[in-house]
Antibody, heavy 126, light 113 residues
Framework: QVQLVQSGAEVKKPGASVRVSCKTS????????INWVRQATGQGLEWLGW????????GYPRKFQGRVTMTRNTSINTAYLELSSLTSEDTAVYYC???????????????????WGQGTLVTVSS | DIVMTQSPDSLAVSLGERATINCKSS????????????LAWYQQKPGQPPKLLIY???TRESGVPDRFSGSGSGTDFTLTIGSLQAEDVAVYYC?????????FGGGTKVEIK
């Protein structure tokens, strides 16, 4: 079955960077986008952007441009999220999630997320 | 950005009764050429990631019980749990995928009365 397995919890100091990994299995890694979504404790869901593992192309919301980098290693079917210049407001659970483009919208980021990784808690504290 | 607004924030429903969750988008998520609404629903239980329930506003994901149904078009959508079961206690989110950034509603917490 399709699985996304993320790396373990991280504790970082303000101003540092964090990298979270997302190892996929059960499908062709390059056939679907990988997205990242975060959730602060007791809060809602916020999309950090997408990456096409085949081309390496990425897209980030304005809010995160300059601070987020999404990369991949196709030899091990793994995607990475790096977030820099961390502040306490970045403390959250970070999820990777697969997004599959449908044929009619293959040039657009228009998809739901399924499945999701188990989540990685990133705590930013001095 | 398309803002998604859910209501209510929480609701308590008796076992076997109907639960109704609303989701409103700040602009239409109906794509006229294919007549599809770009709206999904997720269920999130404590300590778990969200789980896809419904996409295209009303298409149930494989394996999702048929007591879950989605309806609506344009800017107004509803998730209905036809007969609430104990395992349905969770937070439910809507998500639009018509425009970027992809955005979610604030969530609705469903509890047992």
């Amino acid at each position: 079955q399709v699985q996304l397995v993320q790396s373990g919890a991280e504790v970082k100091k303000p101003g540092a960077s964090v990298r979270v990994s997302c190892k996929t299995s059960g499908y062709s890694f390059t056939s679907s986008d990988i997205n990242w979504v975060r959730q602060a404790t007791g809060q809602g869901l916020e999309w950090l952007g997408w990456m096409n593992p085949n081309s390496g192309n990425t897209g980030y919301p304005r809010k995160f441009q300059g601070r987020v980098t999404m990369t991949r290693n196709t030899s091990i079917n793994t995607a990475y999220l790096e977030l820099s210049s961390l502040t306490s407001e970045d403390t959250a659970v970070y999820y990777c999630a697969r997004g599959t483009r449908n044929n009619n919208d293959r040039y657009f980021i228009r998809y739901w997320f399924d499945p999701w990784g188990q989540g990685t808690l990133v705590t930013v504290s001095s | 950005d398309i803002v998604m607004t859910q209501s209510p924030d929480s609701l308590a429903v008796s076992l076997g009764e109907r639960a109704t969750i609303n989701c409103k988008s700040s602009q239409s998520v109906l794509n006229s050429p294919n007549k599809k609404n770009y709206l999904a629903w997720y269920q999130q239980k404590p300590g778990q990631p969200p789980k896809l329930l419904i996409y295209w506003a009303s298409t149930r994901e494989s394996g999702v019980p048929d007591r879950f149904s989605g309806s609506g078009s344009g800017t107004d959508f509803t998730l209905t749990i036809g007969s609430l079961q104990a395992e349905d206690v969770a937070v439910y989110y809507c998500q639009q995928y018509y425009g970027t950034p992809l955005t979610f509603g604030g969530g609705t917490k469903v509890e047992i009365k």
